[in-house]
């Protein structure tokens, strides 16, 4: 996914904490968050433009990885809290479908192997 398609992909899901976000898309857009931050003049108001988005495609990151968007509340917890949700945004995908829906890259798990 390239840097515009995953901004687009969460602009089109602003509200939507169903379903599953790629790493990309979430990195992508943690990106566009820090670099707009940085900028003095925008600072605010990209606060308030980008806080809905962040929360929905989070959840949706956790989602792709197969834990709940609760998870979400370690953000509450000093240092540590952040760390796992790091951790957590880092790791990869589960393969093919989960309980939030179909794996976002189209990649199911592998034939199985019949003895």
Same mark, same amino acid.
């Given at each position: 996914?390239?840097?515009?398609?995953?901004?687009?992909?969460?602009?089109?899901?602003?509200?939507?904490?169903?379903?599953?976000?790629?790493?990309?898309?979430?990195?992508?857009?943690?990106?566009?968050?820090?670099?707009?931050?940085? /900028?003095? /003049?925008?600072?605010?108001?990209?606060?308030?433009?980008?806080?809905?988005?962040?929360?929905?495609?989070?959840?949706?990151?956790?989602?792709?990885?197969?834990?709940?968007?609760?998870?979400?509340?370690?953000?509450?917890?000093?240092? /540590?809290?952040?760390?796992?949700?790091? /951790?957590?945004?880092?790791?990869?995908?589960d393969p093919g479908d989960n309980e939030y829906g179909p794996n976002p890259k189209g990649v199911g798990p592998g034939p199985e192997i019949v003895s």
């Open positions: 996914m390239t840097f515009t398609d995953a901004i687009k992909h969460v602009w089109d899901n602003f509200w939507v904490l169903e379903g599953r976000a790629r790493r990309s898309e979430f990195w992508f857009f943690a990106l566009l968050c820090f670099v707009c931050s940085c /900028i003095p /003049i925008v600072n605010v108001i990209a606060f308030f433009v980008f806080f809905i988005p962040g929360i929905t495609v989070a959840v949706r990151r956790l989602h792709d990885t197969g834990r709940t968007g609760w998870w979400l509340l370690l953000a509450f917890v000093p240092v /540590i809290g952040h760390i796992i949700l790091i /951790i957590f945004y880092l790791i990869d995908s």
